[in-house]
Structures are given as C-alpha cells and as structure tokens.
C-alpha cells in the first residue's frame, strides 16, 4: 500500500518545514456556546510528527476543541497556528474527519462521490475531479478496504463503512496534519485494526495525526502522545507520562464505569513494552 | 389543438419549460438542505412586494413586480436570519411567523388596490394563483432568460453547491467560502421562486419546488441524476400543466402542480427499485432467497 498521489510533488517538504515551526500551536483557546464556555484556556503544542489522542468524558469538548483548531468556530480568546501559519492559510496541509452523525447519510452521493470530495481543495474552483482524481480516490478507498463499494449510495453502508468512507476522504485530501472526531467509533475489531494500520501508515509518512477516542484500554497501544480534555486540558505529552491513574481521575471525575476501565487500562500500559 | 398553437403560446411554452426545469434543479437543492419550508414562507412573502410594485409602477411593468417579490422575500429572509440569531425561536416558528405575517401584509395591500379605480387588476391576481394567459412577450423572455441564468449558475458551481450542500463543515476545513455558497444556494432558491411566482402563483410555488425533487429521488441515488430527472418533471408539469390550463380555461398554476403530483405518483408507484411496486416484488422476491440458503446451509444453534 502507498499513500503516494501518482503524482508526487516534493513529498519531504511538509516534515522539512514542521522542523522550523510546530506543527500545531493552541494557545490559550476559550471557547463557549451561548456564553456558557465549553473551553476553557487550552494550550496544547505539537513539535514532532506524533499520532495524539484526545480522550475525556462525553460533553468534555473534544470535537469542540477540534472545530476550534480548525476555524470551524469562533474562539472567544486564544490563537491557533499551524505549521506556523494561519490555519486559513493552510487549509491545503489540513485533512478532516468529522463525527460520523455529522452528516445527512440519505444524501444522494456514492461511496466514490465522497472519497473525490477530498479532491475538490487542490481541484479549485468550477474544476470537475476527472480521471486522475477518480484513480487517485479509488487507491484511497483500496486503502480502506472498500473499492469493491465505490458504486454504493453512502446510506446503505454499515456504521463502519461509513466510518471508513470518510476516513478515505481524508486521505483523498493528501494532507499533512490530520483531525479526526472518533474514527473508531462503532467499527468492529478487524476495522479497527485496519484503521490503526493506516493511521500508523500515515505518521510513518511524517504526518501528525490527531484522534478523539473514547477506548481507555487501547489508547496505551495506540497513541504516542495524548491530551486529557474536561473543559480545561487536564494533562499533555507522552502517553507513558501522562496516562497515570491521577489524570484519569481529575478528568473523568469519580465515575464507577469509568473507574472500572481504568485499572485494565494502566494494566495494559505496564504489560506494553 | 392547432388553434392553441399560436405563436404567443409557443413563446409561453418556452418559458415554462426553463422555469420547470429551474424549479427541478434548485428544488432538489431546497429539499437536500432541509429548506422546502423556506421555498413556501419566500413565495408567501413575495406578495407585499408585488404589491407595492404594482401600487409604484403599475402592471405594465412586469420585471418591477418580480423585482418587488425577490426584495421582500430578501427582507422575509433578513428577518428569519435576525430571528434565529437574536431570539431562541424555532426555525420552523420563524418560517411561520414571516410567511404569515408578510401574507397578511400582501393580502391588506390588495384589498386596498381593489378599491383604487385602477386598471389591471387581473395581473396581480396572477401572481397568486399563477396565469399564463395574460403575459406578453417580453414578460416570458424575462422569465426565460432568468431560468437560464439560475441553470448556468448551478452547472458552472455544482460540485461546490455538491459539496456545501452535503458536508459545509468539511467543505469549510477545504478553505471553500461555505457561507457565502450556502447564501447563493439560498439566493437562487429565492430566485427560482421568484422566476415562477407568475406561473405557478405564490400559494403553490412551494410545491413546484418540492413535489418533482421528492419525485426525481424514487429514479435515482446520484445527486446529477436526481437535478436531471427533477428538472424533467419540471419542464414536463411545466408543459402539459400550460397546456391543460390553455385548452381548459383553468388557472395554470393548479393545472402545473396536479401534473407535477400526477408523474410524483407515477415515480412512486413504478420508478424500478424504490417504486412500491417494485419493493413489493423485491421483498417477494427475497423472502424465497434468503429462506433456501440459510434452510440448507447451516443448522440454527438448538
Ligand atoms: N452547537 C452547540 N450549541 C450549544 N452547545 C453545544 C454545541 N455543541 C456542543 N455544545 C456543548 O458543548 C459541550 C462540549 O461538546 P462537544 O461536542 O465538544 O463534546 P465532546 O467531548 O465531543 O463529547 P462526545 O464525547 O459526546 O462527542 C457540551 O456540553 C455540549 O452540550
Ligand atoms: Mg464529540
């Protein structure tokens, strides 16, 4: 598999640049729905190319604090840079992965219709995708493991395929900083492999790659960074650091359900070498 | 037949052929994005301002009145906008209070113009119910040159209005102006009902927009194919509803929309694959199929 564009173009620049400027800059981000603040004064920094989970409790904010990296809304104080620029100006370098409800699933398009979407941001404007970009995207859903469904309307795929189908879009996007609202969500453990694999692919390739996730018991395995989110950002850094018993408390509070993950959770970081 | 076949008629006929079409196209948009509704509180609202036009300039001055309907179905929009922003009112309260308030406001100001001794009357009455009869030939080539220009926007933007339409945050992280294509694709629905106002009349110009998309969709899962076959059912209902209405005496505008329902129920009950007919059969179908492997191939686990 490769994630190559059958047209490479100086594949080396993004990581040759990510070395001068972070890649991901929050700085001091608030945010607030209805004047009630759902962020509060996060600050989160990402040098070097790294899978980063983002874990917290539901109604914590993680898809908020996505959409607040990504300009998709207003921060009432704060400042988010990427790659040292403006995230307007660096859309081309940015790939997205939204929470699956996000979207309407009866919508008339085929599986093919929303992978050559990612296309459309180098396209420009009133350019149709043509053959270059339906190859490009058929590659990108072989990476998924769905080319056999590209005819398919996205309403008769399973959860996980769906989840896959947007995972495909990203890759379409060629991208070199990745967010993604719970792409796990819903698939069965083979996906969920499949879906690791590639994000693993992708930060092989230099590129970062962030991932709400709700499974305590793999984010050890999965991510080599991690964020722990309840309204404040609770800790940061080096999963082996930061993913402590005391962390997980102070962010999802005294909950049992929780609790009981919890002790499994570390357990698996100790047995993970 | 072939004394309605005047020239004048073919001319109309032109004109309601791109109209239907048009409403076809931006209908399926309307309906995708959840905003059938807004199609009737617009066409609703348009009647204050064609009133006003009508009071300012007279009926000679057919693109005035258009103009006046697309001002107040803009203002009609201005408000829905300031109401969902500012207040914690439902949109579906706010589509009801605009539609019903500027209706009222409309039909007030007509009350008012049928008391003034002037001439012309009529012409206001056709934007209610929708005539063809009395326009002229400049009116249908506004009408005409309208649709076209609403039909070009939409295929010169269509994988941006494809786009928005489906997924405006993702469109947004692409760096594409969701906002403003979102406004445009509101714009030229306000437009679409504008173009078809005198034709269909403000009470069914709703239904214009919505009955061929939710036709086109029984045809097909691909969003082209759906904007091809609702334009078709347009400039079908468009045609046979003129024709009907010409060669009847009736109002066009019903005559439009009972066609219109006409082939909806047609697509319902034979469109192949998501016709009732056709899920009937496939549900006899399959009920044989998956019987025989699951019976043969395994054991259910006593
Ligand atoms: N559009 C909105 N308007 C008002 N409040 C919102 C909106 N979106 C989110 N919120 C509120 O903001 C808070 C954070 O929501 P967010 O969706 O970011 O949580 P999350 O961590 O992603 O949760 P989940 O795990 O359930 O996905 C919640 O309390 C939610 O109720
Ligand atoms: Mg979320």
């Known amino acids: ?273 | 037949m072939s004394e309605w076949l005047t020239y004048n008629s073919l001319i109309v006929l032109q004109g309601v052929t791109l109209l239907g079409a048009c409403s076809g196209v931006i209908g399926c948009f309307a309906v995708l994005r959840r905003r059938s509704l807004v199609g009737d509180a617009l066409a609703h609202s348009s009647l204050p301002g064609v009133c006003l036009a009508f009071l300012l300039v007279g009926e000679k001055h057919f693109w005035a009145m258009l103009l006046g309907a697309f001002l107040a179905g803009l203002i009609g929009l201005g408000i829905m906008a300031a109401l969902k922003r500012w207040t914690r009112i439902k949109e579906d309260a706010s589509i009801a209070i605009i539609l019903s308030t500027f209706f009222g406001a409309g039909v007030v100001l007509r009350s008012l113009i049928q008391q003034m001794p002037l001439s012309g009357r009529s012409g206001l009455d056709s934007f209610i119910f929708g005539q063809t009869a009395g326009m002229i030939e400049e009116d249908v080539h506004l009408i005409t040159a309208l649709s076209a220009g609403t039909l070009a926007i939409v295929a010169l933007c269509y994988k941006e209005f494809k786009l928005v339409a489906f997924d405006p945050e993702f469109a947004q992280v692409q760096g594409w102006p969701a906002r403003l294509l979102d406004f445009a694709l509101m714009l030229l629905l306000l437009g679409a009902v504008v173009i078809g106002l005198p034709a269909v009349g403000i009470l069914l110009m709703a239904a214009m927009l919505i009955i061929p998309a939710a036709a086109a969709r029984f045809w097909t899962r691909r969003l082209a194919w759906m904007l091809l076959i609702s334009a078709g059912i347009g400039m079908a209902s468009g045609i046979v509803g003129t024709y009907l209405s010409a060669t009847q005496g009736v109002a066009t505008g019903p005559c439009i929309i009972l066609v219109a329902a006409g082939l909806f129920l047609l697509s319902l009950g034979f469109a192949p694959k998501r016709g009732v007919i056709a899920q009937q059969l496939a549900r006899r179908r399959d009920r044989f199929r998956l019987e025989t492997p699951l019976g043969a191939g395994e054991e259910p686990a006593p």
């Open chain 1, 1 to 273: 598999m490769n994630l190559m564009h059958p047209t490479p173009a100086t594949p080396d620049l993004g990581s040759k640049l990510a070395v001068k400027a972070p890649i991901l800059d929050v700085h001091d981000v608030t945010v607030a729905y209805h004047r009630k603040p759902v962020l509060w004064d996060v600050d989160l920094t990402l040098t070097e190319p790294c899978l980063l989970g983002i874990i917290g409790p539901n109604g914590a904010g993680k898809s908020t604090l996505i959409k607040a990296m990504l300009g998709l809304v207003p921060l009432v104080s704060g400042s988010v840079r990427i790659f040292g620029q403006s995230v307007a100006s660096e859309r081309k370098r940015i790939g997205y992965v939204p929470q699956r409800e996000s979207v309407d699933w009866d919508f008339p398009v085929s599986v093919l219709d929303v992978v050559l979407m990612g296309t459309y941001g180098s396209l420009g404007w009133f350019r149709r995708p043509g053959a270059g970009e339906k190859a490009w995207a058929r590659q990108c859903l072989d990476m998924v493991g769905l080319r056999d469904l590209e005819g398919r309307q996205i309403g008769q795929l399973s959860g996980g395929q769906q989840q896959r189908t947007f995972l495909a879009r990203a890759i379409a996007q060629q991208a070199d900083l990745y967010f993604m609202d719970e792409p796990f969500a819903g698939v069965d453990a083979a996906t969920e492999g499949a879906i690791l694999a590639l994000l693993v692919q992708l930060r092989e390739q230099g590129k970062t790659v962030l991932v709400v996730h709700h499974d305590l018991r793999t984010v050890p395995v999965y991510f080599d960074q991690l964020a722990l989110l309840n309204v404040r950002l609770i800790a940061a850094g080096a999963t082996r650091s930061v993913f402590t018993e005391e962390n997980l408390r102070k962010t999802y509070g005294g909950r049992l359900a929780v609790l009981d993950t919890l002790g499994q959770a570390v357990e698996a970081q100790v047995r993970t070498p």
